[in-house]
Structure formats: structure tokens, C-alpha cells
């Protein structure tokens, strides 16, 4: 299957808000730290339901936000979840950028980075529409040392990649971007059984789930266009 195809389905299920609930726990905090000012222009990739945008223009004045998806189905949802005029959403392919260079002041991305078949074309993509001083913040819970997340490949059918933290710090500086801040953020917000409660039916351990959500949670890698 096809990534388009398999968000395609997530779409037409609903998938989109139930990710939208759950990586919210995380996402309010990474999107609170976007050093957002007065008419800036956002790129949201891998936007699924839209949410960070509609987030960012109800908190501050952007001149504009476009969230862009590989699926078409996900982004009919996303437009049809805001009547904000400012914020569209648009289909397309995050290695192939159709914008024009340094147009963007802020990209963001959550959860769909390590869908990229090729992620240093992806972040070389980013580091050209950026504005010099402009920021990327990325933000994924799929990494090497969240080693409990590691099975999410096995209940999806389109491969992913699996980058430590230094990876990805490598990998934005080879692209041409410089490395702000590297931090991992907890969802508090899960709630976590008692010992013996578990297993559940889908964690073995309660330590297993804690170091999940606790210990790794969210990892977010900032960037800056020099
Ligand atoms: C797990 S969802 C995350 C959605 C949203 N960012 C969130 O936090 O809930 C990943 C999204 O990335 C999109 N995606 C995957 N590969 C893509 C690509 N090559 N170009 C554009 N979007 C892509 C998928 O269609 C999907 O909507």
C-alpha cells in the first residue's frame, strides 16, 4: 500500500481527529515554543487533520499558514475542520516543495517526517523555503532511542525511518541548517495504569508504557535557516 493510499483510509475513518487527540498532548508544547510573530508565514508538512495551524491562528496573527499532505482525503478533512481565512490546506509531496525559495518563516512538522522516503531531500526542501533566521521544528515520538516505539513500524504498512536524536542533528546540519535546540517532551497527559493492570492489550509492562510516554515522549529538533 501506498503512503497516500494507507492515509487515505485513516482519513475516510476518522483516524485523523484520534491522532489529532493524541499528539496534542505533546504538540501544544513544541507549537507554544514557535517564536511566532506579527504576519508570519507557516508551513505545516504532513499536516493530517490541520490542527497545528488552526492552533497557531487562533493564538497569533499570521499572515498566512499552509499545511501541506501527501493525502488528498486528509486534507479535504483539514479544510473542512476551519473557516479561518488566513490558513489553507494544500496536497502535494513534502520532497518536491511547490514554493518558492525563502517564502516561509516557520515550517513545522509533527509525526510524519519519518514517512520520507528520502528525509535529507526533505530537510534540504525545508532549508530552501526558509527565511534566513527562519525555524523548523520537528517533532516525532518514532525514534531510535524511544526503543518502545520501534513496533509502530509493524502496524503500519508503509516503511519508516528510524533516526536517533544525533541523526537528526547531523542530518539538519548536512542539509544547511543549524541545530537550536534538541529536547524530548513527556506526555503527562496518558494516563498509565497500576502495576497490576498489566499487560493491557497493548502494553506487556507498565514499564514499558512509562517509558514510552514518561521517559521519551515526544522528541523535538529545532532548526534555524543561517
Ligand atoms: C501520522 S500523520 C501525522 C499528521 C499530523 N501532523 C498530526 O500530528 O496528527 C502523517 C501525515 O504525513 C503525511 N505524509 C506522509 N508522507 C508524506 C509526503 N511524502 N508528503 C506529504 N505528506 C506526507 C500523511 O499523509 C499523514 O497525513
Redesign the pocket.
Known sequence: MS??E???E??ASGK?RG??D??WHT?KDALSAIPVEEGDVIL??????G??LRALSQTHYLSQGIG????PA?AQNAREYTDAVNVSYTI????HLPFADESFDHVW????FF???EPVQ?LTEIRRVLRSGGTLFC?VNFYQESKHTHKYQDQID?PMFLWSQQEYRDLFREAGLDVAAQTTIPDEEIEIPPKDEFPTEEWETRDAMVDRYRTWGTLLTIGVAP
Not at 505545516?44 to 487533520?49: K, M, Y
Not at 512538522?109 to 510524519?112: F, K, P, T, V
Open positions: 503512503t497516500q494507507e492515509f487515505d485513516w482519513a485523523d491522532m489529532e493524541h499528539h504538540a505545516d508538512l504532513g499536516t493530517g487533520s490542527y497545528a501541506l499532505d501527501g493525502s486528509m502535494g509531496d513534502f520532497h512538522s509533527m509525526e510524519a514517512f520520507a522516503e526533505l517533532a508503509v
